[in-house]
């Protein structure tokens, strides 16, 4: 009898092709690729056992009719399994990696468990004619039975989650299922054409070229798996709910690096990085943003710190990379999931938070505990309250008085900014929120909002009557990197008709912040106009007076830092503070004594010559209508 295979060679050279690309590349550990795992291993059995059945067939007479049902059992047993894996693939695709409750797991296995009694004990017979051979019987015909249950249950689900799945891999699916269908439509009633083999070859080609190759997350240049791969990978294993690490690597330089050498270089810093820690792990490494790699450790806690040390320690020199040694110095977090994340977006959410280095993190290894998710949970609380307080009046101005022991008399005041909103996390300290702001650029507008404020206060008829000199406002070394910082000043002092005379501006300097060319022109528009300035946090050892040269201050602040140790017997930094007093006196500057609590102190630092004094002593910051009454009341009673 002639046997006419040139289908099922088709089928298995388009099988083979698929087979060589799915065994070279690496999958991500999803359980939708595991399901498609074994779609392939059973599709190849039927492929080949199409092929073994149609010789069982023409060499019918020479062989035991056991083994020709045997043959045919495997055939069709095997293509009873490809579906219901098929149905299940596309279940687990379209919920996104979750897995289905046990209930719901056995109803979609019902059909295939009801089917298998029929390839163990259903008849089968087998035909001859002129065109060819087949087989039916009621082996067979349950076959089809089942491939219509389940290609009917894979367009339930289909339709019925349409929102859960992108367009185009409901295009993908709905075209696979369609393909089948036409097939063994065409095979149903054409017995004769065996043509189920290449039902299935298409559908494995079509699926895997769609939606199971992993080139699509691969990332060229590092040859790791990107962003989209990640948040896949993270929501399979979330679904299934078993404890696994995370470790997150992050280089601080890699936005100096990009904007110094370009984003290729950069890019080639993290391929190389990865490279290193394939050779200390065998897990896939991802590539969630530009300066952060994560590895889905199999390891427990300890294992994972383990390897997180290892890999500091492999990247303890520079990297060669194009000539240009390059020095990394990543800082680690370590997650345990699902204990600190639910879901794949907040764990990128904090993955993002601890690359921009928003919650301190000061060890080079950080684990993601309770004291840690605590501080990111208030930061992202703090941050979305300053936000709303900003955008909607929630700030105001509490104000300090500044003594001159000279006068005798208050002759100035700090103006110091609050948080209205003190029921949400409760009260907020200005410190804390001006660094967020100074972190997520809203400090622009913050000063802005502190410096309106300031003007109406100056300009009201209740600070005039007070008698004092002017007002201290203290001012982000940020702001002044605002080229038009001073005329704006300028603008809105004239709109509340203040001299610019009555404020001074404080300003911190940060030892590591290099004078700008914006910041001096800045501040010496607002001195050519009238202002003053002062130096705040003398002592705190960001400023010193070699930074004084340049700066147009007429005032040190000494911080508490440096006045308080003076009346604590047993301090060794007791000697600092008359020495430094004489010495900023003999400069020509002004000095204000901050955080003067006592009696004592004020008598003492007045003897040594402080001209100013701010402090609880006198009183703490106070609301402005309670501040000019104290004022008032003291000068009237003074
Ligand atoms: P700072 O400029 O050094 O302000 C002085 C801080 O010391 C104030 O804290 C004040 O309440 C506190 N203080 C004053 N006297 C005493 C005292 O006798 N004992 C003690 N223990 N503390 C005293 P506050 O208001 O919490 O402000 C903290 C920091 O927040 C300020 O430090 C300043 O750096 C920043 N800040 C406050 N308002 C603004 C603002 O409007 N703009 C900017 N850029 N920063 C501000
Ligand atoms: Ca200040
Ligand atoms: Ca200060």
Redesign the pocket.
Known sequence: MKINLYLQAASLCFYAIVLMQYLSSRRLPTRSNHIFGALIIVAGINLIFDVLTVYSLAYFDRLPIWLVRFGHQIFIGSMDVLIALLCLYVITIIRGGRALSPGKTLLVFTPLILSMFAVFFGKLYYKFEDGGFYSYGPMASTIYISIALYLLLSIYYLLRYRRAVAAHTRAIILIAIVCESTIALIQLFNPTMLISGLGITMMIVLLYSSLANPEKYTEAETGTINRIGLVTVLRDHLSIGKPFFVLTLCVDSWRDLESAFGQDFALRVMGKIATKLECLTSDRIYHPRGDCLCLICSNDESGTRKLAESILHALEGDLEIGGVGVSVSPRILVTDCPKHFSKAEDFLRSVGLFADGVVKAPEAITIYNDEYAKAVSRRISVEAILKHAVKNDGLT??Y?PIYSTSKRRFTSA????RIRDTQTVGFI???EF?AIAEQNGL?GE??RI?MEKSCRFVSSEAFKSMGLDYLE????TL?CLNANLSEEFIELMESFGVSPKSLNF?I?ESAAMEKSEIMLKNLARLGEAGSSFSM??YGTGYSNLSMMADMPYSII?I??SLIWPYFNDSSRLKVLLPSTVHMINSLGFEIVA????TQEQLDVLTEMGVEHI????FS??LPEEDFVKFVSDFSFSA
Do not use: M, R
């Open positions: 101005l509490v300090q700090e103006a110091l900014v300290p200005p410190d001006i400090i913050l000063g502190v406002v203290n001012l982000s702001q404080e911190t705040d946090d602040k911080d508490k901050e955080g003067v609590e701010q402090g609880y002593f703490k910051p």
